[in-house]
Structure formats: structure tokens, C-alpha cells
């Protein structure tokens, strides 16, 4: 027996009913626009040479350059990467690449959005594009997660999960040796710093910098590799700026990039087994009075007492 093909095919979606006179106009001015688009590209093909040019002038500015990459940490492993201002600067320098971040649908029932991220170069007609859900939650580093419900928290929380996808649709329609150069170049003006500062200025600037933040100079010099800060290079320093811009745009805390030092129950044993036999023997006939101590002291956080 013949079933009919509409028997089996999935209902289809409602359309709507009525379209007014204001969103009429706009899918009008939509594709008008993006048909303008394709035909300037066409007229005004983008010049390497120049695309190559601006990249060079615009990653030579520290400013920029610092803005360029990211920094922070996964449980114990550190994640860094280009960022969003990075993929942007490279498109303006490219020429004729569209992109943008669309929130397809908003469910707060559910506690999420439907989005959509995408790129386009008009000349090569290559389009990029990903559609995702972004939950109505903020995680913590504890691992747990508190759902959203200002609006503006949703905003800010869908706002950050599209600039990441849109920085990776961004990379797809770029040539990679184009992003390669770009990181190269801004990777070198960070390292050199801003202005022309001897090295020793820097490292100073740089130390008084993170000890307004509440950092130590020793958790510094433990962050690299545990250099003494007298033996820090062009690279240290830059990798340092990197965090403390990260630092500024909340992406990592001080605690979780910089966390403080603790002495162990196994480091307070060893000390103590590590004193002299008469000083323990001292100790241990020695009332525990008023202004005494059961314990050999210890390194406190944030504070200057040496173990």
C-alpha cells in the first residue's frame, strides 16, 4: 500500500500571521543592505599590501598589543589566548568581513538562550556560523553555578559567550598566516613595553603596580618560574601585563592567578624537628602562659612574619 510522502513529514512551523508595516520595512532594509555590501566589496576588492600595513601599525601599540591576549586559570593549568579586540582589529585591517551576535530566541522558563554567532568575508563569499545555547548561570571557581535572573546579568553573561564563539568565527574566514603574523608582531610590542624605559624602570613599575593590588614581590617572582626579580626579561614582564589586564577585565582574580602561601602541618613538623635539641627541650618544660606559644610560628597570609 502507497502511504502519501505528507503522511511522514514533520508538521511545519506557523508562520505568522501578520507582519507589520515596521518589520516590513526592516527585512527590507536587511537584505538591501547586505546586497550593498557584496556589491562595494566587489567594486573595492581589499588590498593586501595595505590589509598588511595597517596589521603591522596597529600591533605595534602597546596599548593594543596588551589588549590582545588573554590569561587565566583552569583548575592548575593556565589558559591564555587571543581575545575578542584581537579578532575585531584583524577584520577592520582585512577589509569586507561582516560579523556579528544574534540572540535567536530567549527562554526564561528554561533559563537559557538560543544564539548565534557569524562571519562573512563579501569577496570570497566564505561564511562562518554557530548556533548555541547559553545558560542563565554564572559558575564559580568551587565548581557550582547560580542562576541569573536581572536582566542585565543575562545580558552581560550572553555577551561574553558570544564574543567568544564570534572570535573563533572571526579566525575561520581569516587567512591564518595573516593571524599568525599579527600575533608575532603583538607578542613583540608587549614584550618591549611601553615607551623607552630601561629594563630596571619596568620591572620596578611592574612590582609597584601588583603591590597595589595586594600582590607580593615573592608571589611574583614564584608566578615566573621563581626568578628573582633582578633576572626577569622583556618576555616576563609582558607575560605580567598580560595577566594584570586580565586582572582588569575580570576574567581572573588576584587570589586565583596569585594565590597565597600557606605553611603545612608537614613544613611545621619539619621546622620543629630541625631546631636544636636544647631549644626543643626549652620548649617543651616551658609553661603555657600568657604571651607564650604551643607552636613554632608560622608564615601567616598577607602578613610579614617569617616562619
Not at 28 to 33: D, F, G, I, L
Not at 64 to 83: C, D, N, Q, Y
Not at 126 to 133: P, W
Not at 140 to 153: H, I, M, S
Request: glycine share 8%; aromatic share 8%; proline share 6%.
Amino acid at each position: 500500500m502507497n502511504y502519501p510522502v505528507e503522511q511522514f513529514a514533520p508538521p511545519a512551523a506557523p508562520a505568522p500571521t501578520f507582519i507589520g508595516q515596521g518589520t516590513a520595512v526592516e527585512q527590507s532594509r536587511a537584505v538591501a543592505e547586505v546586497q550593498a555590501a557584496v556589491i562595494v566589496a566587489r567594486q573595492f576588492p581589499r588590498n593586501e599590501a595595505q590589509a598588511i600595513a595597517k596589521m603591522r601599525t596597529g600591533f605595534a601599540q602597546h596599548s593594543l598589543a596588551v589588549r590582545s591576549f588573554f590569561r587565566f586559570k583552569r583548575g592548575k593549568s593556565p589558559v591564555s589566548g587571543e581575545t575578542i579586540q584581537f579578532a575585531k582589529e584583524l577584520a577592520r585591517c582585512w577589509t569586507n568581513i561582516h560579523y556579528g551576535v544574534h540572540e535567536l530566541r530567549r527562554d526564561d522558563a528554561a533559563g537559557e538562550s538560543e544564539m548565534q554567532a557569524w562571519a562573512w568575508d563579501l569577496e570570497t563569499n566564505e561564511r562562518a556560523s554557530t548556533t548555541f545555547i547559553v545558560p542563565h548561570t554564572r559558575w564559580t571557581t568551587e565548581g557550582g553555578g547560580r542562576r541569573l535572573e536581572d536582566p542585565r546579568d543575562v545580558y552581560e553573561n550572553n555577551s561574553n559567550n558570544g564574543a567568544r564563539r564570534l572570535r573563533e568565527m572571526i579566525f575561520s574566514v581569516l587567512p591564518d598566516w595573516f593571524r599568525e603574523q599579527a600575533k608575532e608582531i603583538a607578542n613583540t610590542t608587549v614584550e618591549k613595553g611601553q615607551g623607552a624605559k630601561p629594563l630596571a624602570q619596568r620591572v620596578a613599575d611592574c612590582i609597584a603596580h601588583f603591590e597595589g593590588l595586594g600582590v607580593t614581590v615573592e608571589q611574583l617572582e614564584e608566578n615566573r618560574s621563581g626568578r628573582p626579580s633582578e633576572k626577569w626579561t622583556n618576555l616576563d614582564l609582558g607575560q605580567l601585563s598580560i595577566i594584570s589586564e586580565s586582572i582588569r577585565r575580570g576574567e581572573i582574580t588576584v587570589e586565583e592567578e596569585f594565590p597565597q602561601q600557606r605553611v603545612t602541618v608537614g613544613e611545621i613538623k619539619q621546622q620543629h624537628e630541625q631546631q636544636p635539641a636544647v631549644t626543643r627541650q626549652a620548649e617543651e618544660h616551658e609553661p603555657a602562659g600568657e604571651g607564650s606559644s604551643q607552636w613554632p610560628s608560622a608564615r601567616q597570609p598577607g602578613s610579614g612574619a617569617t616562619a
